[in-house]
């Protein structure tokens, strides 16, 4: 089962690595939904109607591809997942089309499927970098670890700090100038995405963490791993 469910996330996925920032220009309601028409700084050649595409690291499909403009439809369960739910027009959104068969890639395997939302607790200015201190719903913490990769509004980043559910980023000035990080403040709130293979992991190790809070002398060690298969 796990295998097939990776297959079909393959269909499209994402690196994580920005390709540049888009416009919001239009929101028109459609039923408990919207849709959503956004202006590209980029060209879009190439893109065409059923593609995905990445908005703030959500999964959206391209309805209708011209020039540098596209529109998306956004489902109440989206809107209400995500911070699509506070967009409005005018607002920037960094963007990344799936990657194709063949394409190099960086970052991390992203899905475009947003675990939840987090809020900007604290940006630090550190000469030309800059610390980002976030507060991600208590739920997911325990997918976290130090040097773990995280998808914040869709970009690969590297927690560097963790302390109970808060994690702390440093952002490298390319990463800042290119997202909309540059425009972020303390109490925005941001989309989330876990690293998959750390969810992967947890479930195929949890029945085994639950055994070893009955018995606290049983640690995961290399022997333990081979024995239960995952070595």
Same mark, same amino acid.
């Given at each position: 089962?796990e295998?097939?469910?990776?297959?079909?996330?393959f269909?499209?996925?994402?690196?994580?690595?920005?390709?540049?920032?888009?416009?919001?220009?239009?929101?028109?309601?459609?039923?408990?939904?919207?849709?959503?028409?956004?202006?590209?700084?980029?060209?879009?050649e190439?893109?065409?109607?059923?593609?995905?595409?990445?908005?703030?690291?959500?999964?959206?499909?391209?309805?209708?591809?011209?020039?540098?403009?596209?529109?998306?439809?956004?489902?109440?369960? %989206?809107?209400?997942k995500? @911070? /699509?739910?506070? !967009? *409005?027009? &005018? =607002?920037? +959104? #960094?963007? $990344?089309?799936?990657?194709?068969?063949?394409?190099?890639?960086?970052?991390?395997l992203v899905?475009g499927?947003v675990?939840?939302?987090?809020?900007?607790?604290?940006?630090?200015?550190?000469?030309?970098?800059?610390?980002?201190?976030?507060?991600?719903?208590?739920?997911?913490?325990?997918?976290?670890?130090?040097?773990?990769?995280?998808?914040i509004?869709?970009?690969?980043?590297?927690?560097?700090?963790?302390?109970?559910?808060?994690?702390?980023?440093?952002i490298?000035?390319h %990463?800042?100038?290119?997202t @909309? /990080?540059?425009? !972020? *403040?303390? &109490? =925005?709130? +941001? #989309?989330? $995405?876990?690293?998959?293979?750390?969810?992967?992991?947890?479930?195929?190790?949890?029945?085994?963490?639950?055994?070893?809070?009955?018995?606290?002398?049983?640690?995961?060690?290399?022997?333990?791993?081979?024995?239960?298969?995952?070595?």
């Amino acid at each position: 089962m796990e295998i097939l469910s990776l297959a079909i996330i393959f269909l499209h996925m994402f690196t994580g690595l920005i390709e540049g920032k888009g416009v919001i220009t239009r929101i028109v309601p459609q039923g408990m939904g919207f849709f959503l028409e956004i202006q590209a700084e980029f060209s879009l050649e190439n893109t065409k109607v059923g593609d995905s595409i990445a908005v703030d690291g959500i999964c959206l499909t391209a309805t209708s591809v011209k020039k540098k403009i596209f529109t998306a439809e956004a489902s109440p369960e %989206t809107i209400a997942k995500t @911070t /699509l739910k506070y !967009k *409005k027009p &005018g =607002d920037l +959104v #960094n963007l $990344e089309r799936a990657l194709k068969l063949g394409d190099p890639l960086g970052g991390h395997l992203v899905s475009g499927h947003v675990d939840g939302t987090g809020r900007i607790i604290k940006i630090l200015s550190l000469q030309e970098y800059h610390l980002f201190e976030i507060e991600v719903p208590s739920e997911l913490s325990h997918y976290l670890i130090p040097k773990g990769s995280i998808a914040i509004d869709g970009i690969s980043l590297t927690i560097n700090e963790i302390e109970n559910n808060l994690i702390r980023l440093m952002i490298i000035p390319h %990463t800042f100038k290119v997202t @909309t /990080l540059s425009i !972020k *403040k303390p &109490g =925005d709130f +941001v #989309n989330i $995405e876990i690293d998959m293979i750390a969810k992967m992991v947890y479930k195929w190790v949890k029945p085994y963490l639950s055994k070893m809070e009955e018995k606290p002398q049983e640690k995961i060690t290399v022997d333990f791993l081979k024995k239960h298969g995952f070595a």
